[in-house]
């Protein structure tokens, strides 16, 4: 190898040295400043973007779901409510009724004649008109519930884009090294790919499952 270089012209050996050197600058140092400023600058914001559209597709889809099931439950409280409401308002038609024929029977001197006493009912009219003025209460005020699903806090969203971004980043220095020598000329396949890494990182759960995925 040294009887190779010592073959070589001057020109040709201080540029393979300057060549070296100056591969050696952009893997120590301009490699990591240029990982850095795209993880900051690009991979992070993008990471981030991507996960707040799905969040915020988890959270409609949520909060629709949970507003049909809370109508649907409405729906059933208020038909039983109506139902029960129906049959106060006969109990209360008959209560009226066996009221009047015992006042009638008893008025006239009858009750004093039959060797049973009238029955017992166990309630009254104002015992049935309570509950149907409390059913009355809940079916003017049954509405159903207001749904919001807060958002996720921006440091959790963050914490997981650093690591996605770290994940895209890893063993990319000799990649970014080599395009930054070539200053940009040539430009490894892996660096030009790192949005669709990005999105298969966020896609496997590498970096945790994000909270609106139990929604």
């Not at 190898?1 to 591969?23: E, Y």
């Not at 509950?131 to 914490?159: C, F, H, N, W, Y």
């Not at 895209?168 to 660096?191: H, I, M, N, Q």
Request: hydrophobic share 40%.
């Amino acid at each position: 190898m040294i009887g190779l270089l010592r073959d070589l012209p001057d020109w040709s050996t201080g540029a393979m040295m300057g060549g070296v050197a100056w591969f050696g600058i952009a893997y120590g140092v301009l490699a990591p400043r240029a990982m850095q400023f795209d993880q900051e600058r690009d991979i992070v914001p993008s990471c981030m973007e991507t996960l707040r559209e799905t969040e915020g597709v988890a959270i409609d889809r949520a909060v629709k779901r949970r507003i049909e099931d809370a109508e649907f439950e409405s729906r059933e409280l208020r038909r039983k409510l109506n139902n029960r409401l129906d049959e106060l308002r006969e109990a209360r038609i008959e209560l009226l009724s066996y009221d009047m024929l015992k006042s009638s029977l008893c008025g006239s001197g009858i009750c004093d004649l039959l060797p049973m006493k009238m029955p017992e009912v166990g309630f009254g009219i104002d015992d049935v008109d309570q509950e149907i003025g409390e059913i009355k209460d809940r079916l003017s005020t049954l509405r159903a519930p207001d749904i919001s699903i807060p958002r996720v806090p921006e440091t959790e969203v963050l914490q997981t884009c650093a690591c996605a971004a770290g994940t895209v980043l890893a063993g990319k220095k000799t990649s970014y090294a080599l395009s930054l020598a070539s200053f940009r000329v040539f430009s490894p396949e892996d660096v030009g790919t790192m949005k669709s890494e990005l999105a298969r990182t966020l896609r496997m759960d590498a970096c945790g499952i994000p909270a609106w995925e139990d929604l």
